[in-house]
């Protein structure tokens, strides 16, 4: 290229530059920028920030992540979302516009992250094309359908006597190491195959507990159909308040796509104890037990958003299952009574029993289900319908029995039916059972089959029939369809009678070997 075409081309260059610049109209934008006013334990306080909403995600100090609680007329309380290195007052506050979301995906499933999306497993990030808000409202009341499909847990004393149904929010509480995370583990590995996205959500866990849990859940490939939501203890608290609404919104993300969902809160104690650190650092006004009053309705907005769709809008579910740790079994203490008059029923879990060996060590008679048979397939009704009350009365007669009294044929009888009643409600963890072998087994117990078998022979009475059912085709299907076929029950019978036959041959007749 000669000298003079060189310059030509430099100025048309030119030319065109001048002529943008003329063309271009500057905008001002306007930015409101508080500054940080003091800076507490996972709090900062900020002012000059005059437009500030609820509930709006703030940068402080530019590095860090923080959501608006309070607004007073001098200044803002924000809750810290992350811990900035060196965050110190006269650092500027930045305004996002924006509320807090989370990243929402198919590929959510089988990951570990925290309650802001993040991931923990060392994988690749979420992808945030799709995010919903956090704090989302209720579904109303004319988008829901009743509760009635069973959510089988594959545990006996569940399945049968406190059915949790699709859309139920069925609390799970008791004292600290009875087995409640347990109850939630082993129902969260029922739903292998039965097309069930499930959720765990750590809060305030230590490491150590939670990779214990995932561990199990990736020795029984139980994470390929879960997400695992975690906020450690070491967390600051205002992560720990969101983490459970985080976990709700990817549920919802799942139930809008027409999916059931089950999501675990492990535990909604130490989410209490979170936001009660909140709000005495942010000089709320204390109530009961020093948590803040609003705490009910903390709990009841985030429960709430359990439910099962109607069929036009997808006819998702979301079914929650909130733990709470009790302190000397006081089930009446202020965060317990909030939480059993917010959900569907309770599941409550006894020291008394764990210490005896009963486990699960659910109470009967403290737990319920509030939507009872309506959730339940109708062949457990056949074979469950008097157990709770029977297997009451057998432990008030085996409490009277202990005071020595002469005790006649008749009542040594019930007390050995009772017995291996209680055996058979025994089950171990990581061992659930499908509906079929439940119901085959309760059919047994209450048809006295049990009876002759000596209690350290039951378990391995339970193994026979769950083998036989399995071998005979077609029969699991036709027990847990069977309601009013007596044919099938028939056939259950005998087939339950054909596999005892080795234990039942083995006892002395009309003897109860205890």
């Not at 769950?466 to 071998?471: G, L, P, Y």
Request: glycine letters at 8%; aromatic letters at 6%; one cysteine or more.
């Amino acid at each position: 290229m000669t000298e003079s075409s060189l310059n030509k081309v430099l100025d048309e260059a030119a030319d065109g530059i001048e002529q943008s610049l003329e063309a271009f109209t500057p905008r001002i934008s306007e930015d409101e920028v508080g500054r940080v006013r003091s800076v507490s334990e996972g709090i900062v306080w900020a002012e000059g920030m005059g437009k500030v909403q609820s509930e709006e995600l703030v940068s402080p100090g530019n590095r860090g992540s923080g959501l608006v609680l309070d607004i007073l007329p001098e200044k803002i309380g924000i809750v810290l979302l992350n811990t900035p290195i060196n965050l110190k007052a006269g650092d500027e506050v930045l305004r996002t516009g924006r509320i807090l979301e989370v990243p929402v995906d198919e590929s959510l499933v089988g990951r570990i992250i925290d309650p802001l999306g993040r991931p923990l497993d060392r994988k690749r990030a979420i992808p945030d094309d799709n995010r919903l808000p956090v704090f989302r409202e209720a579904p109303p009341i004319m988008a829901r359908q009743p509760v009635v499909t069973p959510l089988q847990t594959g545990i006996k004393i569940i399945d049968a006597l406190i059915p949790i149904g699709h859309g139920q929010r069925e609390l799970i509480l008791g004292d600290r190491q009875t087995g409640k995370t347990a109850v939630a583990i082993d129902t969260i590995m029922n739903q292998r195959g039965k097309n069930v996205i499930c959720i765990y959500c750590a809060i305030g866990q230590r490491s150590s507990s939670v990779a214990r849990v995932v561990a199990e859940m990736q020795r029984y490939q139980a994470l390929d159909y879960t997400v695992v939501v975690v906020a450690e203890g070491s967390d600051p608290p205002g992560l720990q308040y969101v983490a459970p609404y985080a976990a709700t919104s990817m549920a919802e993300y799942f139930m809008s796509r027409g999916e059931d969902v089950l999501v675990v809160y492990d535990d909604l104690t130490r989410h209490a104890q979170a936001l009660r650190q909140i709000s005495l650092l942010m000089r709320r006004p204390p109530g009961r037990e020093a948590f803040p009053g609003d705490i009910f309705f903390v709990h009841s907005r985030l429960l709430e958003r359990s439910t099962r769709l109607r069929t036009e809008l997808g006819g998702g579910s979301l079914t929650a299952l909130p733990i709470i740790e009790t302190e000397a079994q006081n089930i009446s203490a202020y965060i317990p009574t909030n939480l059993i008059s917010i959900t569907d029923g309770q599941i409550y879990l006894s020291p008394e029993l764990f210490q005896k060996g009963l486990l699960p060590a659910i109470d009967i008679g403290k737990s319920v289900s509030r939507v009872g048979g309506k959730a339940q397939l109708q062949a457990y009704r056949k074979v469950a319908g008097d157990l709770r009350l029977s297997y009451s009365q057998f432990q008030e007669l085996e409490s009277f029995a202990r005071f020595g009294t002469r005790l006649d044929e008749k009542t040594k009888q019930t007390l050995a039916h009772g017995r291996r009643v209680r055996e058979v409600l025994k089950q171990n963890q990581y061992e659930p059972q499908s509906a079929s072998e439940q119901i085959a087994i309760l059919f047994a117990v209450n048809k006295g089959l049990f009876d002759d078998i000596a209690l350290g022979d039951i378990s391995e009475a339970q193994r026979l029939i769950c083998k036989t059912i399995e071998e005979t085709a077609g029969l699991a299907k036709e027990i847990s369809e069977a309601a009013k076929d007596s044919a099938v029950w028939d056939l259950m019978l005998e087939v339950i009678i054909t596999a005892l036959e080795p234990l039942a041959k083995s006892a002395t007749p009309g003897v109860h070997p205890e």
